[in-house]
């Protein structure tokens, strides 16, 4: 059961907005009308994105990704939310204020807004993902496309289909959401130093086309197993070289006491002819 929203007074001069709205102590962290996750891909995909969003340029310790996480927007409809799929925050801690994880993202409350958002497109949520259907009333929570261009302006907004395996992308340009163009295959982002492309390969033991993150060059960003096979790979590797040199250098140690040797019996023989082995090399 969730408790009401706590409200301060305000005082004069009023208060900063993350002094008097509600907290995420305070507001709904869960989804009554869609409980739980709708299929294995809204699991795995989300979790893809999140083990791979590393910007280069940025300090770890602020980098944030989330799915499926209640996202608070709005000053004046504190308890309105949108619920990405997916969506990820350069400049913000992993903590809330350094101490707590995190129940939603309550923007009024946060340093920054999200930098990109990934929705994974439905035959029930595809209308409102695509901004096809932008209706909004006084008392009516607008779109999740006016919400992330109008009152978040969040610079990418990305929308993928598993069922086509059509990505579309849009970035915020004056204001508005512009569709992007791919660039080599990939949806650069430079401001964090990565691009955004379609992988195909196995993730988690499942085979199929996966959204994941990529450097500007396209260089595939490893998740934690991944990069950890790589190493166990790199480190068999290395052996097996160092198991081969030395085993050459065991061959060539034992030509060159076979060489040795038959020079010695070569030597015996010409002694054995009256020749001084010695003598004759210095006829040499």
Do not use: C
Request: overall charge negative; glycine content about 6%.
């Amino acid at each position: 059961m969730t408790s009401s929203p706590h409200y301060i007074p305000q005082s004069d001069p009023p208060h900063a907005p993350w002094e008097t709205l509600p907290t995420m102590y305070d507001l709904p962290s869960d989804n009554p009308e869609e409980p739980g996750l709708p299929d294995d891909f809204h699991f795995l995909q989300p979790l893809l994105l999140y083990l791979t969003f590393q910007p280069i340029n940025w300090n770890p310790e602020l980098v944030y990704s989330a799915a499926d996480l209640n996202l608070y927007y709005d000053l004046e409809h504190p308890l309105w939310y949108k619920r990405p799929d997916w969506f990820g925050v350069v400049g913000v801690g992993k903590l809330y204020k350094g101490q707590d994880l995190r129940l939603s993202y309550v923007t009024w409350q946060e340093p920054g807004n999200p930098f990109v958002v990934v929705e994974l497109l439905s035959p029930v949520t595809e209308d409102e993902d695509l901004g096809t259907i932008r209706e909004s009333t006084a008392n009516k929570p607008p779109s999740k496309w006016e919400v992330y261009e109008r009152i978040l302006r969040i610079p990418y907004y990305i929308v993928f289909s598993r069922y086509t395996n059509e990505l579309r992308a849009f970035q915020l340009v004056g204001g508005h959401y512009e569709p992007m163009n791919l660039t080599d295959g990939y949806l650069l982002m430079p401001e964090i130093d990565l691009s955004l492309g379609l992988w195909q390969g196995s993730f988690r033991d499942i085979e199929r086309l996966w959204l994941r993150w990529f450097t500007v060059g396209g260089e595939l960003i490893p998740a934690p197993t991944e990069e950890a096979a790589a190493a166990t790979e790199r480190a068999i590797i290395a052996e097996q070289e160092a198991t081969e040199a030395k085993q050459e250098a065991t061959e060539a140690k034992q030509e060159a006491a076979q060489a040795r040797q038959k020079a010695e019996q070569l030597a015996e023989r010409l002694r054995q002819l009256g020749v001084n082995p010695d003598e004759l090399d210095e006829l040499l």
